[in-house]
């Protein structure tokens, strides 16, 4: 599924950014689970989740 920047985070996990006009170029980012996802410099781009993970809040 691709979510574009602005969307509320779904699960926690790594992300692929990626950039529709160099798809050799994606990066892997951090979630989690209630965060939005940032913006980036340039159009056509979304992020699409490549690894679910658990999120323990700090503390608990």
Do not use: D, W
Request: net charge positive; charged share 20%.
């Amino acid at each position: 599924m691709k979510y574009k920047p602005g969307e509320t985070v779904p699960q926690s996990g790594i992300y692929a950014e990626v950039h529709t006009a160099y798809q050799k170029n994606i990066m892997e980012l951090t979630f989690i689970k209630g965060e939005y996802f940032p913006p980036c410099n340039g159009r056509g781009y979304h992020y699409e989740l490549i690894k679910a993970a658990m999120h323990k809040p700090t503390g608990a």
